[in-house]
C-alpha cells in the first residue's frame, strides 16, 4: 500500500505538470489511477498535453479528460477545426464566409473575407474589361495569324479529302490599305487604328460566314475563300474590295477615302495532290498572292491582281 501524499508533495506534483517545461507523465506513473488525486493528475496530465499540441496547430490530439476545462479546450479546437475549414473555403473565392463565434478574431476575419471580395470582384471587372480572346487579334477582332494558319491547314487538309475535278478548291487573297503611312502621318496613328478598325469590320460584314478573315500585320490583311471557284472568287475579292473602299463615315476626316489593293492566288487540284506538305502550300500561296499584290499597287493601287 502506497504512503499517502504530504500536502507538500502533492502540491509540488501539482506545479509540476502545470508549471516545469520539462515535465514528463512518468513523474506520475506510479500514482493510483482510482485515487482522487491521482485520477486528477492524469486529467491535468491529459490538458497540458492537448494545450501543448494546440499551441503547435496540432488539432487532432483531443483529452481525455472531463470537467469545464477540458470541455472548453475541446471545444476551442472544434472552433479551430472550423475555422481552418472556413479559411480553406475562402481561399478557393467563398467570400460568404464568416466567424461569429471567436471574439475579437471574428470580426478581423470578416473584414478580411469582405475585402478579399471586394478585390477578387474588382479584379474580375478589370479583366473582363481587357480580356482579349485568345485567337483574335487586339486591335481589329479578326483572327491572328496564329489561329488563322491553324484553321487554314484544317482547310487544306478538309480540301485534300474531297477536291473535285480541276476546279480550285481555295482561294487565297491578300490585302493591303493604299497610302496607309499617310494616313499615320498626317492624323496620327489613333485614327489610323480606328481606319484599321472600320475596313476589318466592313470586310468582316462583307464576307462570307465560312471565310477566314485575318489581321496578317501593320495594315494587312489575309482572306482565305473555301470551297469557291476562280471565276466566282475573283467577283468576291471585287466586292470587298468595293465595300472596304469606301470613304469612313466617322474616321478624322470624312472625306477621306481609304482603299484597298489585293492579290489573289488560287489552291487547286494539282497543288493538293502533288505536295504533300500542307504548310508549304500555304506558303506558296501567300508568296504568289503578295507578288501578285504588288503588281496590284503597281499598276495604280485600289484593284486586284489575280495572274500573272
Not at 509540488?12 to 520539462?22: H, R, T, V, Y
Not at 475579437?104 to 478580411?112: C, E, L, T, Y
Not at 489613333?190 to 460566314?209: I, K, P, T, W, Y
Not at 500561296?285 to 485600289?302: C, M, P, S, T, Y
Request: net charge negative; aromatic share 6%.
Amino acid at each position: 500500500m502506497t504512503a499517502p501524499l504530504s500536502t507538500d508533495e502533492a502540491t509540488a506534483i501539482l506545479s509540476s505538470i502545470l508549471m516545469d517545461p520539462q515535465w514528463s507523465a512518468d513523474s506520475i506513473a506510479g500514482l493510483p489511477e482510482d485515487d482522487p488525486f491521482g485520477k486528477l493528475c492524469c486529467d491535468l496530465a491529459e490538458i497540458r498535453a492537448h494545450v501543448q499540441a494546440l499551441s503547435k496547430g496540432d488539432l487532432s490530439r483531443g483529452n481525455k479528460a472531463r470537467g469545464f476545462v477540458a470541455g472548453s479546450l475541446k471545444a476551442t479546437e472544434a472552433n479551430l477545426r472550423h475555422l481552418t475549414w472556413q479559411m480553406e473555403r475562402v481561399s478557393q473565392g467563398d467570400y460568404s464566409q464568416s466567424v461569429s463565434f471567436m471574439g475579437d478574431f471574428s470580426k478581423a476575419f470578416n473584414k478580411m473575407s469582405r475585402e478579399m471580395h471586394s478585390r477578387a470582384e474588382e479584379l474580375s471587372r478589370l479583366l473582363e474589361r481587357y480580356r482579349v480572346p485568345a485567337d483574335e487579334d487586339t486591335l481589329t477582332g479578326l483572327l491572328n495569324r496564329r489561329t488563322f494558319f491553324k484553321l487554314a491547314m484544317s482547310e487544306l487538309r478538309r480540301a485534300k479529302e474531297f477536291h473535285q475535278d480541276s476546279h480550285p478548291a481555295l482561294c487565297l487573297a491578300l490585302a493591303d490599305l493604299d497610302n496607309f503611312k499617310n494616313v499615320n502621318g498626317h492624323f496620327g496613328h489613333a485614327n489610323g487604328d480606328r481606319v484599321l478598325q472600320l475596313f476589318a469590320c466592313r470586310l468582316r460584314e462583307a464576307s462570307h460566314d465560312d471565310d477566314l478573315c485575318c489581321r496578317f500585320g501593320g495594315d494587312e490583311f489575309i482572306i482565305l475563300l473555301p470551297r469557291i471557284g476562280r471565276d466566282e472568287s475573283i467577283e468576291h475579292v471585287n466586292r470587298l474590295r468595293e465595300i472596304c473602299s469606301l470613304a469612313p463615315t466617322h474616321g478624322p476626316a470624312p472625306e477621306m477615302k481609304v482603299t484597298a489593293s489585293f492579290g489573289l492566288s488560287f489552291i487547286g487540284e494539282s497543288e493538293l495532290l502533288n505536295t504533300f506538305n500542307s504548310v508549304e502550300i500555304l506558303e506558296h500561296a501567300i508568296q504568289v498572292a503578295d507578288h501578285r499584290l504588288a503588281r496590284a499597287k503597281q499598276e495604280g493601287r485600289n484593284r486586284i491582281c489575280s495572274a500573272g
